[in-house]
């Protein structure tokens, strides 16, 4: 069996993962094979260029170091991607009877509804797997995961919540708040607060990320992402 030598010194080309697949998306896995094709498909999009960025099966089916990965058997692939789509890693389309495989990213999910709503062409004739942009999971299944356990008052709030803001925009709130390693609801509904009043006269646009970030300065910042 061969043994890992350990990263050499130097200067190394390096693709970084966000920190939601280590505190949300790893968790639910439990195929090694669903982990291995996962990964390497978001590395193989990192180098990639242009939009959006998606992997064939037969890129993969040729793909060496994944296949060794995965002893080399198809079986293997198949299971992982399966499993990999049916967890939300990945969203897949047909294109001419082709698997067309994109990491589930704002990005994505925004190339799959123009695909699905004929404003994008990629190929003659694509179809986007059923299940692969799926319903976004409601606000109290997203506290669960990222916040903690629901409180009758806390329940209300994020009843509210739900009324007033798209599920896009809830989504990334708990989305930044998981990378940047803080959970509090106060610190979601911060953001959501922000990004209402930085867009009141626009509310079919969505804010970018870093407009979403909530922008809590002085002394008592550390305060505030604490509770």
Known sequence: MSIFQGIPAGQLKVTPLPNVIFSELLPLMDDAAQIRV?????YLLSQKKGSPR???????RGDATLMQALDFKTENLKRGLDKAVACGALLQAEADGAAWYFFNT?????ALE???NGELHLAAN???????????????KLYEQNIGTLTPIIAD??????????PEVIMDAFRIAAENNVRSWKYVSKILLDWTRKNKNEKARRPSSSQRR????GKLAHVAKSK
């Open 38 to 42: 996962t990964l390497h498909i978001f």
């Open 54 to 60: 998606f992997v064939t099966l037969d890129e993969l």
């Open 106 to 110: 704002a990005e994505s999910r925004r």
């Open 114 to 116: 123009k695909i699905q």
């Open 126 to 140: 694509v179809r986007v797997r059923a299940d692969a942009v799926e319903a976004a999971p409601n606000i109290f």
């Open 157 to 166: 709030e994020l009843k509210e919540a739900e009324q007033e803001y798209p």
């Open 214 to 217: 909530p922008s809590i300065t």
